[in-house]
């Protein structure tokens, strides 16, 4: 378990009752000497990198204009930068550094499978990227300079934005609440809270970590397609109780029970659910970029643990697991939106892989032949990998 998570002196328990998901919470010195795991050249150089997602957002203060900008960027893009109103934001950083990756293992008070990602903005002088809101819980962590974030009311997709921005900008901007965060200070906002950062002074840099709220229809969507692909076509619908009625062209409440009993059958079954649930919510954030790891037998496998190689998860690669029943002794894991079904000894092995730790070292001679099989498909997806240290 991590020993120190990031919430000054409230503890997991009193956040997750108190503030998360209902109000925003400033947390001072959350990260004591906190040394950042990318620096700014660092995050300079993902932003040119073909695979990275990253934006330059900029504010024209004399024409009151936004702009923005897709990456990959060239590297003279950075060197004809104004001095002021301009914002270097990357996607993901976690998928491509093991060390901020690690920082992310900071937060699991949180489920894994709720993490999204670490988006990392650099910023000059007075740059952000104006008011808006975000639907999903942020942790808004300092890392270098100082930055001021201003709180406001809580929003809506009702309320009113700018039409001619190319980022959503919040027009009716009033300040509620004002900080300042240094270094190690960490801000976490709830879903739709209006808020506002930009840099005083050059040299800001913000690591955000989001979680993943998927949309209700998003959700109704993904579980409709995933029931609807394991049906043939011969399970229809059915009315062996039709009752003659006075207008044939009147949809009953009877029918309407048939066809809520029938979506409320595929609801109730908690296997179809659960598994549908858990590689959904373990998807790659950036599927067309996955790619296969290396093929291991058992006895490679064994091989390698002796000689002192640890087993980690790939950076962005989202774990979890269930159980079939509360107390079951079986169950399935899931990575990268793959799944597998455990029992026993694979179920406690899954248990250890979706742990609070991305490392996991490993005694050669303990593991039985079935974790070893998993243990080398999940090698061979590019789940996990073996590293040295």
Excluded at 66 to 72: A, D, I, K, Q, T
Excluded at 220 to 244: C, N, P, T, V
Excluded at 249 to 276: C, F, K, M
Aim: hydrophobic share 35%.
């Amino acid at each position: 378990m991590i020993d120190q998570y990031p919430l000054g002196e409230l503890s997991a328990e009193q956040f997750l009752a108190e503030y998360w998901q209902k109000k925003p919470l400033l947390i001072r010195q959350a990260i004591a000497d906190f040394v950042p795991p990318v620096s700014a050249d660092e995050l300079a150089g993902l932003a040119c990198e073909e695979e990275v997602e990253s934006r330059l957002v900029q504010f024209n203060a004399e024409q009151d204009s936004w702009s923005l900008e897709h990456g990959p960027f060239p590297e003279e893009r950075f060197a004809n930068l104004p001095e002021s109103h301009w914002t270097l934001l990357v996607q993901a950083v976690d998928h491509w550094s093991p060390e901020a990756a690690d920082l992310m293992q900071r937060f699991s008070f949180i489920p894994n499978w709720r993490v999204d990602d670490l988006m990392i903005s650099y910023a000059a002088d007075q740059g952000g990227v104006g008011p808006h809101y975000d639907n999903y819980d942020v942790f808004l962590l300092q890392a270098e300079g100082v930055r001021r974030w201003e709180i406001g009311a809580i929003c809506d997709e009702t309320s009113p934005r700018r039409e001619d921005a190319p980022v959503m900008i919040l027009p009716e901007w009033v300040a509620e609440e004002t900080f300042d965060l240094q270094p190690g200070d960490m801000l976490y906002l709830p879903p739709q809270v209006a808020h506002n950062g930009y840099a005083l002074g050059d040299g800001c840099m913000t690591y955000s970590i989001g979680f993943r709220a998927p949309a209700h229809n998003e959700i109704l969507r993904s579980f409709s397609d995933f029931i609807g692909e394991q049906l043939g076509r011969e399970i229809r619908y059915s009315d062996k109780d039709l009752a003659l009625q006075a207008n044939p062209g009147e949809i009953t409440p009877a029918a309407l029970d048939r066809v809520a009993e029938t979506l409320h059958n595929y609801l109730q079954d908690r296997e179809q659910l659960s598994r549908w649930f858990g590689e959904y919510m373990t998807d790659p954030k950036y599927p067309e970029l996955k790619e296969e790891g290396e093929t291991l037998s058992p006895a490679e496998l064994a091989e390698c643990l002796e000689e002192g190689y640890l087993l980690r998860r790939n950076e962005g690669a989202r774990f979890a697991f269930v159980r079939n029943t509360d107390n079951s002794t079986s169950g399935r894991l899931f990575a990268e939106g793959n799944s597998y079904p455990v029992d026993g000894d694979t179920l406690a092995l899954a248990e250890q892989l979706c742990g609070d730790q991305r490392s996991l070292a490993l005694n050669a001679d303990e593991i039985t032949n079935t974790q070893s099989s998993l243990l080398c498909t999940l090698i061979q997806t590019g789940s996990l990998y073996l590293s040295e240290e």
